[in-house]
């Protein structure tokens, strides 16, 4: 089976379609369109067409199609499902914002059903509530392969700025609800598309962190996201040799170079390995 690498999400606004156009040539491994808060009430029947468009006629190769919709609890929400309803192409995965509870992913979850099972779920924790909540609504639902860590609409809620030092509780709090799930972890954007230094070092304190991918907001984000999100040669060496230690000794744990490595690091090891042997690296 095909790994699925997701380092860099690049958004684009649902009503544009010549930026979802762009986007297909651009190195972003996950497109999310979006229907939320990209798009304003008077134009998101517009959107939603414009998504309709794009999933039957694009070709977005390897990239993984993600499609934010609104709220279930919104009659946005609602009209964006009957949309998808109707679509002879289908996204991989639908974008739930706004999550607080795991009532609201599993009634998701059961009208996604009735549109195609195959599809698969990002959640994305935004507020104290849902923070608060966040290994229940991650438990709710087997399509959920991702939660995004929301910081954006989380610092207004609060009242701070949205900085490292603020953020970085609820970023260990969604860490551990994923860790807990087993599903990938998704660091917010950053808001300021000129700083390419200050995107590096977030990207890579996010990925110490364990996080597996960044939001881009601009295209010129991508590469910076991409490159702290790819294991480097000493990471690729050391997974493959965990990789091999654990198939010839079995999954327990084992000492490689004088260290105990235990079923949760093996694991790991055989992600970035899976990961580097898709990339060819």
């Known amino acids: 089976m095909r790994t699925v690498i997701r380092r860099s999400i690049l958004f684009v606004p649902a009503d544009r379609i010549d930026r979802i156009e762009k986007s297909l040539g651009m190195t972003a491994d996950s ?29 977005f190769g390897s990239k993984e199609v993600i499609v934010r919709v609104n709220s279930i ?4 929400g609602l009209e964006d499902m ?6 002879r192409r289908l996204p991989d995965t639908l974008m739930l914002p706004k999550t607080e509870s795991a009532g609201e ?5 059961n009208i996604l059903s009735e549109i195609d099972e195959e599809i698969k779920i990002l959640v994305i924790l935004e507020s104290g509530k849902g923070i608060l909540c966040a ?3 991650l438990s709710a639902s087997s399509k959920i392969t991702g939660v995004v860590f929301g910081g954006g609409d989380l610092s207004g809620e609060i009242g701070c700025s949205m900085n490292w030092e603020n953020m970085y509780t609820a970023r260990q709090m969604v860490l551990i609800a994923a860790a807990c799930t087993g599903i990938e972890a ?25 996080f597996n991918s960044k939001i881009a907001i601009h295209p010129k984000q991508i590469e910076v996201i991409n490159n ?7 990471e690729i060496s050391w997974a493959r040799k965990v990789f091999r230690e654990a198939e010839k000794f079995g999954t327990g744990a084992i000492c490689i170079d004088g260290k105990m490595v235990d079923k949760a690091v093996i694991k790991r090891a055989k992600k970035i390995v899976a990961i580097a042997d898709e990339l060819k690296i």
């Open 31 to 59: 497109i999310a369109i979006d229907l939320e808060d990209a798009v304003t009430p008077e134009r998101k029947n517009e959107g939603r067409q414009v998504v309709k468009k794009v999933l039957e006629e694009f070709d």
């Open 73 to 76: 609890g919104t009659l946005a």
């Open 82 to 87: 009957l949309m998808l309803k109707e679509c």
């Open 105 to 109: 992913v599993s009634l998701f979850a």
């Open 135 to 137: 290994k229940e609504i």
């Open 186 to 210: 998704i660091d917010v954007p950053y808001l300021n598309i000129s700083d390419v230094e200050g995107l590096t070092r977030e990207c890579e304190k996010a990925s110490e962190m364990g």
């Open 228 to 234: 702290v999100f790819t294991p480097n040669k000493s």
